[in-house]
C-alpha cells in the first residue's frame, strides 16, 4: 500500500469511526472527534510524540498536532463566543432583541424573514468573519422565531448561507484575495464575478432554508432551550398578532437595541477597509483603528453598551445573572469546536490533503473542475474554507497554461469548491449547531452540510456554463 494510499484510508476510517460512535453508542461528540482524530493521525503514518531529525528539523507529532488544532481554534473563536453569548443573553433579557425583530419584520415585510437574514448575512460577511456574524446575530435569529413562530432553523440557516457565500467568494475576504493573488486575477474581477455567481446559489439557498425549517420546527424558550415540535402553518402568526403582541410590552428604544449589535459591526468594517485602501500614515490613526477594530474589542465594546444601555438600572446580580445563564451552556461549544480543530490539523499536518489534490489532478475531467474538486476535497480534509482554496489555488497556478481556462474563472472554481462541505472538522459547523439547539447528528447534516452542498451544487453549473462564453 502506498502512502498517499494509507493516509486516504486513516481519513476514511476516522470519520466512519466518529459517525458510528456519534450516532450509535453513548460516546459524546467531543470524544468521538478526538478520537477519529487519533485513529486518522496513526493511520496516515504520524508519531504519537514529537520526532527531531538528522538535519534537526522537528517532525510534528500526533499529540503535538492535536493540542495545537484546539488551541489555535479556540484562540480565534473562544473570546467571540463568550463575549458574544454574555451580550446576547442581555439582549434577549432585556427585551432588546424582541424590538430588533420586531422593527425588522416591520421593515422587510411579513414572511420574507429568511430572505432579510440571508441578504444581511450576504452583505455582513464582506468585512466581519462569518463565525462573528453568527454569534453577533444569534439574538436576532432567536428573537425573530419567537416573534414570527418561524422555526429558528430555517432563519439562522438563511443568515449562514449568506455569510458563507461572501466569505468564500467576495474578496477582501483572505481566501478569494489568495486565490486572486495566486493566479493573476485582477481583484476588481473577482469581486464583480465572485457577487454575480452568489446570487443564483443565495436564491436556491432561501428556499431550501424555508423548507428545512418546516421540517425541522425548533422555537427558542425564555430559559435558553429550545422546544421541538412538528411544523403547523397556525404556529405562525399574523402581523396583527404581532402588532398586538408587542404593543402589550415594554420595550427598549430601537438605539439602545440595535448599538450592542451596529458599533461592533462597524467597527471591524472601518478596520477591513481602511487596511483595503493602504491606511495613513499617522501612528496614532492606525494603532487606534486596528485596536478597536479587533473583533475581540468590538464585542466587548458591544458587550459595555448592552450592559449599560439596555440593563444599567437593574441590580448588579441580576445583569450578572444574565450572562451567567447565557453562556452557562456554551462549554460544550467550545469544547465540540475545539475537537474539530484537533481532526483538521491532525489532517493538515500528516499530509492528507496533499494526497487528496494529487491524486485530482490525473482526472480525466473538465478543465474548470479541477480546481473545484481539489478545493472540495480540501474543505472535507482541513474543514477551513479559506486553507482550501488557498490550497486548490496553489496547486492550479501551475497548471493554468495546459488548463486553458479564464483565470478569475479557474479562482471562483477554488471558492466555490471550498463552499461545498461544511461538516465535522469545520468550527463553523460546530458553532453554528451549537448557537441554535441543533444536537442531532441527522439535522446537522440536513442543515449545514446540505446547504453548503445545494450552494457548491449551483455555483458548479453556473461555472460550467460561463466557460462556454468567457475565454
Known amino acids: 500500500m502506498s ?222 432551550g429550545y422546544e421541538r415540535k412538528e411544523f403547523r402553518p397556525e404556529y405562525l402568526k399574523s402581523m396583527e398578532e404581532l402588532d398586538k403582541i408587542m404593543g402589550e410590552k415594554e420595550l427598549p428604544s430601537l438605539w439602545n437595541s440595535m448599538a450592542p449589535i451596529i458599533i461592533p459591526l462597524i467597527l471591524i468594517l472601518t478596520k477591513t477597509v481602511y487596511n483595503l485602501v493602504g491606511g495613513m500614515d499617522s501612528a496614532i490613526i492606525n494603532y487606534t483603528i486596528e485596536l478597536f477594530g479587533e473583533p475581540i474589542i468590538a464585542l466587548g465594546i458591544g458587550t459595555i453598551l448592552a450592559i449599560y444601555g439596555l440593563v444599567k438600572k437593574e441590580e448588579n446580580k441580576t445583569v450578572l445573572g444574565m450572562m451567567d445563564g447565557a453562556i452557562k451552556d456554551t462549554g460544550i461549544i467550545m469544547l465540540i469546536t475545539g475537537a474539530g480543530g484537533c481532526l483538521g490539523n491532525v489532517i493538515k499536518v500528516s499530509g492528507i490533503g496533499n494526497a487528496l489534490g494529487e491524486l485530482v489532478l490525473g482526472w480525466p475531467i473538465p478543465a474548470i473542475l479541477i480546481p473545484f474538486i481539489i478545493a472540495a476535497l480540501m474543505r472535507i480534509a482541513l474543514g477551513s474554507a479559506t486553507v482550501a482554496i488557498t490550497t486548490a489555488a496553489s496547486l492550479t497556478a501551475p497548471l493554468m497554461a495546459a488548463i486553458g481556462v479564464n483565470p478569475v474563472l479557474l479562482a471562483q472554481a477554488c471558492c466555490v469548491g471550498a463552499i461545498s462541505f461544511s461538516y465535522f472538522n469545520d468550527s463553523g459547523f460546530w458553532v453554528w449547531n451549537g448557537m441554535f439547539g441543533v444536537g442531532e447528528l441527522k439535522d446537522q447534516v440536513r442543515c449545514k452540510t446540505a446547504i453548503s452542498m445545494i450552494m457548491a451544487g449551483v455555483g458548479v453549473v453556473e461555472l460550467l456554463v460561463l466557460q462556454l462564453f468567457i475565454k
Open 3 to 224: 502512502e498517499s494510499t494509507r493516509m486516504l484510508l486513516g481519513l476514511v476510517i476516522g470519520i466512519a469511526l466518529m459517525i458510528v460512535l456519534v450516532m450509535k453508542t453513548k460516546v459524546h461528540t467531543f470524544i468521538a472527534l478526538l478520537l477519529a482524530a487519533i485513529v486518522t493521525g496513526l493511520i496516515g503514518g504520524m508519531s504519537p510524540v514529537d520526532i527531531t531529525l538528522a538535519d534537526g528539523t522537528v517532525q510534528v507529532g500526533l499529540m503535538t498536532a492535536i493540542k495545537d488544532g484546539f488551541g489555535n481554534t479556540l484562540k480565534s473563536t473562544g473570546i467571540i463566543i463568550g463575549l458574544g453569548v454574555m451580550m446576547g443573553g442581555i439582549l434577549e433579557k432585556s427585551g432588546a432583541a424582541e424590538k430588533l425583530a420586531y422593527t425588522f419584520i416591520k421593515a422587510v415585510g411579513k414572511k420574507k424573514e429568511e430572505w432579510a437574514l440571508a441578504i444581511t448575512g450576504w452583505f455582513i460577511s464582506i468585512p466581519v468573519f462569518a463565525d462573528s456574524a453568527i454569534v453577533i446575530f444569534a439574538p436576532l435569529c432567536k428573537a425573530l422565531s419567537k416573534v414570527t413562530g418561524k422555526s429558528v432553523v430555517g432563519l439562522a440557516l438563511a443568515l449562514a448561507a449568506g455569510l458563507q457565500l461572501t466569505h468564500c467568494m467576495v474578496p477582501p475576504t483572505p481566501g478569494p484575495l489568495t486565490a486572486a493573488g495566486m493566479l493573476n486575477v485582477d481583484v476588481g474581477q473577482m469581486i464583480m464575478l465572485g457577487a454575480l455567481l452568489s446570487v443564483p446559489m443565495l436564491i436556491v439557498a432561501v428556499f431550501y432554508c424555508q423548507y428545512i425549517g418546516k421540517k425541522i420546527y425548533q422555537i427558542p424558550l425564555d430559559n435558553g
